[in-house]
């Protein structure tokens, strides 16, 4: 190991130069820097964890998507519940509070399951992050802040659109 100020090739070719005049009969192959070292040991951690990170965002879009998608049909199909709930004497905000309230508490037992399976499963990720805890805080906030904005998305989107049914027909409907 040589320890040098100077760029790393100049250093090689002047380790390699006096080597040789040491030890003629020796081969001088392979010179590089510690950073380089380094990057070569670490390589396959990185490539698995970001793959693995790839994997998160992957299912966490899915999640998004799936939960947006279940949301939003389960609060269409009740598009003539809502009508004959307004035609009852119930207000807009009362029946989308009503709406949006029991989306989230789902959602929110999902993220309390979820929260508590990731922290288990952390320890044995731990071995593949370099660089980053296997309980980063900012991680954990910002998933369930994603899915109870997916959440709230899919419920007040048909919701609103509901909440535009007039009663009447709802009440024929039935």
């Not at 966490?60 to 519940?81: C, K």
Request: aromatic share 4%.
């Amino acid at each position: 190991m040589v320890r040098s100020e100077l760029p790393p090739a100049t250093v090689a070719a002047g380790l390699k130069r006096e080597l040789t005049a040491i030890a003629p009969n020796w081969p001088v192959f392979e010179i590089k820097s510690l950073a380089d070292s380094v990057s070569i040991q670490v390589f396959l951690p990185r490539l698995a964890a970001g793959i693995l990170g790839a994997l998160g965002l992957l299912g966490l879009l899915l999640a998004l998507v799936g939960i947006y998608g279940l949301v939003s049909y389960s609060v269409t199909q009740r598009t003539h519940e809502i009508g004959i709930r307004i035609a009852l004497g119930a207000r807009s905000p009362q029946v989308l509070r009503l709406l949006m309230s029991q989306s989230i508490a789902l959602t929110l037992v999902g993220i309390v399951a979820g929260g508590a399976m990731a922290v288990v499963t952390t320890r044995f990720l731990a071995t593949l992050l370099i660089g980053i805890s296997s309980t980063d805080p900012l991680t954990f906030a910002l998933v369930p802040l994603a899915l109870l904005s997916a959440t709230t998305l899919a419920s007040v989107i048909p919701a609103r659109r509901a909440l535009k049914v007039d009663p009447v027909e709802a009440l024929r409907h039935e």
